[in-house]
């Protein structure tokens, strides 16, 4: 059973907002390098973002730099990614994932939030 649960998906208009929240089971989670991924309708898993351990260290894809924000509370075995100026084109079924930028896809993923994007 895959220990991450994600949450926080919706609808919004272009320019809307939401945070997504993932939460992990188990322990060792501030031992673990944590990102988010998405995958639009029709297209393959794309990498959106990651966070080190500690938190003191985010990476983001250049599609969503200055607009998505990652981040994690250790003490709630959480990781958060918080979307602004959506677009329609970040509209897809959001993952939280273990692992950084290069370990993510050999990695447990969350069943996934959706987030749509329209006017």
């Known amino acids: 059973e895959v220990p991450l649960a994600e949450s926080g998906g919706g609808s919004v208009q272009p320019g809307g907002s939401l945070r997504l929240s993932c939460v992990r089971r188990?322990?060792?989670?501030?031992?673990?390098?944590m990102s988010w991924v998405r995958q639009a309708p029709g297209k393959g898993l794309e990498w959106v973002a990651s966070?080190?351990?500690?938190?003191?260290?985010?990476r983001y894809a250049e599609s969503v730099e200055g607009r998505f924000t990652i981040s994690r509370d250790n003490r709630k075995n959480t990781v958060y990614l918080d979307l602004k100026s959506l677009k329609v084109e970040d509209s897809g079924v959001y993952y939280c994932?273990?692992?950084?930028?290069?370990?993510?896809?050999?990695?447990?993923r969350g069943q996934g939030t959706q987030v749509t994007v329209s006017s």
């Open positions: 188990g322990f060792n989670f501030d031992s673990l390098f």
């Open positions: 994932a273990e692992g950084g930028y290069h370990g993510w896809a050999d990695s447990p």
């Open positions: 966070i080190s351990s500690g938190g003191t260290n985010t």
